[in-house]
């Protein structure tokens, strides 16, 4: 890969749209799988980005109200051709290559190229058929490009020592990620300048192999403000990679616990695919004749919003306000509400618990916070990590990817967060005592005590 210009970037530091139900939370590149192009989301994504490789603003507008999702239609539909006309001109300059599956939600990841130059768009579908259009988003940069031959490619995958002017390129990059996405802006200059000023004091030279390199850029990011979606990996986020999900998709299982509290034990990220939610739901159906209910997300280090809202949802009145999130490249905030309806019984007053602890982020927190910030939760452990923040991954160059915070998530009633102080649980014991705390809890408020 290759350094890119400041104009380049700014095109990848594209956020076309994310409407308030698209996903947000810890979103992934879940390393995409090639689809054909007969793929029926295959042809929605490829309807309207052949329109707008071609200029044709009045088409792809035609495209998405014909396929695109109400509220991105009546939202920023328009804004969001317009910026992809203006910033993936001129017209012609680039070809679609083919289409994969990114496994989040139901995106199309649309691979571009001209000649040398590789480009990628993700169009964000709806999880639910008919996967109706809610926007897009840059999915990066791959394969080399000007400057950068078949051997430095070749080099990147075997995991070379970076060479000076390597490790250049990287910080160059990050530092102009940073300045065009980064949420608070002034603090995005601020880490892009320490990063430079680092890589000029040599701070980097004996971090030649890119594991060493990644790990030293990651506590530069996260030295200024202590933002822990800041990082740099080797070869992508490394959470939600395909055939990593096992048979039950993270809800690891249900018990039922004596006084009829039922359990629910969640393991791993909170994946926003098909499959996930079907498991979501098998789990919560399971639930719906207990008398109380007990969600474990211990040591679950992030996901999805989409699998945020639909679990939550299961518990509070459709069309609640759940979180506000302020985009900064689309200086837009949008609020996220619970689902109109949900496949199988809401349960509005079942007494209900979650289970935390320092393993808890991002997504998993953001679930704490919004059933706590309701008042529809009792929140049992330890503090969370204090994720409280959007971000998305990057390709920078060597095999290395970068994770940038875009947006800001707050609670849309008192513009209170959890960034950098993490969720306080109502209950706090210490993370091995959560469950039998819960239970013990859950038993004493349906008079059951003993039981």
């Known amino acids: 890969m290759h350094t890119l210009s400041r ?46 490789l071609a200029g044709d603003r009045a088409g792809a507008l035609e495209v998405l109200r014909r396929e695109g999702d109400p509220a991105f239609v009546a939202g920023p539909m328009e804004t969001a051709v317009d910026r992809a006309i203006a910033r993936l001109g001129p017209a012609g300059r680039w ?5 994969e599956a990114a496994g989040i939600d139901a995106d199309v ?34 394969g080399p490009g000007p ?20 490790q250049q390129g990287v910080v160059d990059r990050i530092g102009e990620l940073l300045e065009e996405m980064y949420v608070a802006a002034d603090t995005g200059r601020m880490i892009a300048d320490r990063l430079r000023e ?31 979606h800041l990082r740099v990996t080797v070869g992508g986020p490394g959470m939600m990679q395909p055939g990593a999900a096992p048979a039950h998709q993270g809800f690891e299982r249900v018990e039922r616990l004596s006084g009829n509290v039922a359990y629910v034990r969640i393991a791993g990220p909170l994946r926003p695919t098909p499959a996930a939610l079907e498991a979501a739901t098998a789990a919560l159906r399971q639930t719906a004749d ?17 699998m945020v809202d639909h679990i939550v949802s299961y518990f509070v009145a459709p069309g609640t306000p759940l979180v506000q999130v302020y985009n900064r490249s689309e200086n837009q905030t949008v609020v996220r509400r619970a689902l109109d309806a949900v496949p199988g019984p809401r349960r509005l007053d079942v007494p209900l618990y979650v289970l935390v602890d320092e393993g808890s982020f991002s997504a998993a927190e953001s679930l704490s916070f919004i059933l706590q910030s309701l008042g529809r939760a009792t929140i049992v452990g330890q503090r969370t990590r204090g994720g409280g923040r959007n971000n998305e991954f990057i390709p920078v160059g060597h095999g290395l ?51």
Request: charged share 15%; aromatic share 2%; no cysteine.
């Open 198 to 228: 680092r890589q000029r004091a040599g701070a980097y030279a004996a971090a030649t192999a890119p594991q060493a390199f990644a790990a030293a850029l990651t506590q530069d990011l996260q030295a200024v403000n202590g933002d822990r």
């Open 109 to 142: 990841i649309v691979r571009l190229r001209s000649g040398d130059a590789r480009e990628n768009i993700a169009v964000r579908m709806q999880a639910a058929p008919p996967h109706r259009i809610v926007g897009f988003a840059r999915a990066g940069q791959d």
């Open 290 to 306: 207990a008398d109380a209910v007990i969600l474990d997300l211990r040591g679950v280090p992030g996901g999805a919003a989409t």
């Open 401 to 451: 990817v970068a994770s940038i915070t875009f947006t800001r998530v707050t609670d849309p009633r008192t513009g209170r967060g959890w960034e950098g102080v993490g969720i306080q649980p109502d209950v706090a014991v210490p993370a091995a005592d959560a469950l039998t705390a819960a239970h013990r809890h859950a038993l004493e408020r349906l008079g059951r005590t003993g039981s």
């Open 7 to 52: 104009t380049a970037a700014a095109m990848l530091a594209l956020v076309l749209a994310l409407p308030a139900h698209a996903p947000a939370q810890m979103q992934q590149d879940v390393n995409p799988q090639p689809i054909a192009a007969t793929h029926p989301n295959a042809q929605r994504a490829g309807a309207v980005v052949e329109r707008i």
């Open 95 to 99: 070809q679609i290559a083919g289409f």
């Open 147 to 166: 400057g950068a031959g078949p051997a430095a490619a070749s080099a990147a995958a075997r995991g070379a020592p970076l060479t000076a002017a390597d």
